[in-house]
């Protein structure tokens, strides 16, 4: 099921559940979730063996280069760095 299926059967507009992010975080519904996907990945580089490529998969890229340099801007550390560095 999508979200926006989830989102219509609990009877929430996208613009009512917009404003409750925006007010209770400071965020929107997008940045939360990729907010709490980038610190999954920090949990897991510092907490599993899975592998840089095992980690973007499971928190939605399709591949290791888009991650890793969305990681670094994130971070400031390559996923393999940060990894050794923690």
């Known amino acids: 099921m999508s979200l926006e299926g989830e989102i219509n059967e609990l009877d929430i507009s996208r613009s ?7 007010q209770n975080l400071n965020l929107t519904p997008s ?14 580089l ?22 890793s340099k969305a990681f670094k801007r994130y971070t400031g550390l390559s996923p393999k760095f940060y990894r050794k560095k923690k």
């Open 31 to 44: 940045q939360f979730l990729t907010q709490l996907r980038r610190e999954k990945a920090k949990q897991n």
């Open 16 to 22: 009512y559940l917009y404003n409750i992010f925006r």
């Open 46 to 67: 510092l907490n599993s063996s899975y592998t840089v490529q095992q980690i973007a998969n499971t928190i939605g890229y399709g591949d290791e280069f888009t991650f």
